[in-house]
């Protein structure tokens, strides 16, 4: 017996479309003038960070695939559609950062060991371009990221886009200023080093939902003391919970009622529908009632 169903669910990712295409074109405007910046000053630290916002578009490009997969209807076949492609990409999105932060590494070791001539000024001046873009699109994705892991994987991308600017900005002036250009390669370690706990933690969030784990915010314990305080209740056991995508929680448990309950399923069924919903935001829960004994026949595998 079951309440709620799998259909109909607008995910976190969906109603944050039209920030990432905003945030998308941003990115490749922001790519093609640093593209133009590094040719023009000669600046390999330009074309590192034209190349990470390039690379950083193409996941933005892919949170807006996983989107339009994840909108699709269910079907026999899949029966809570694909909303599960925004969570395979955070976690690609993930693995792409840490790409990222070994290329920028690797690119910073190999210039402390041979410095090349930058043009300081020019640096400066398309890198304060990139950085005002990308903080644009901070604010446009700021709502989304505490949403949906997705748009958070963007958030992400786009704040290691501006940190780099930021970076370039900072090592532009020294080199302008002073002109020790291995400035730009110890702020490019900086960025990496702040960038890799970010995408740690994106790509453990996007494993825990994989893997099926109980939504972070709930505790399966008051969950089941709740149900065991609603009328005709007698005992909740097979309870679990877990997350399809961001924003979409649901459950299922066996649910022990006394007899005298059991003749009115159907308003019970609404009532414990409710509980859930009201108290602990899950709109899909499958629960089946079952009189006092019935566990004895089940063989359950958790209590």
């Not at 910046?37 to 996941?59: F, K, P, Y």
């Amino acid at each position: 017996m079951g309440a709620g169903h799998g259909q109909g669910h607008v995910t976190a990712g969906a109603t944050n479309r039209g920030r990432l295409t905003v945030v998308l074109l941003m990115m490749l405007s922001v790519a093609a003038v640093q593209l133009v910046g590094a040719v023009s000053t000669g600046s390999l630290a330009l074309l590192a960070d034209a190349g990470h916002t390039a690379t950083d578009s193409v996941g933005v490009l892919l949170a807006l695939v996983a989107v339009w997969i994840a909108s699709r209807p269910a079907c026999t076949k899949r029966t809570f559609g694909y909303q599960r492609a925004e969570i395979l990409a955070a976690a690609a999105n993930a693995l792409v950062l840490f790409v990222l932060c070994a290329f920028i590494a690797l690119e910073a070791v190999d210039r402390l060991r041979e410095p090349r001539p930058v043009a300081g000024q020019g640096m400066v001046a398309v890198a304060a371009f990139g950085l005002v873009m990308n903080i644009a699109a901070l604010l446009v994705l700021r709502r989304g990221q505490r949403e949906s892991l997705n748009v958070r994987g963007a958030y992400l991308e786009v704040m290691g886009d501006a940190l780099s600017s930021l970076g370039v900005i900072v090592g532009g002036l020294l080199i302008w200023i002073t002109g020790w250009e291995r400035t730009d390669s110890v702020i490019s370690l900086a960025i990496a080093a702040i960038v890799v706990p970010r995408a740690w933690n994106l790509l453990r969030e996007a494993v825990h939902v994989l893997l099926e784990a109980t939504p972070r915010d709930m505790d399966l314990d008051e969950v089941r003391a709740h149900l065991l305080r609603q009328p005709g209740v007698v005992d909740v056991h097979d309870l679990h919970a877990w997350t399809i995508t961001s924003g979409v929680p649901v459950m299922s448990a066996h649910v022990v009622v006394s007899e005298d309950h059991l003749v009115d399923a159907g308003r019970m069924l609404d009532e414990l529908r409710a509980c859930l919903a009201g108290h602990f935001d899950v709109e899909h829960s499958t629960l089946q009632l079952e009189p006092v004994g019935h566990a004895d026949h089940e063989n359950a595998w958790h209590e």
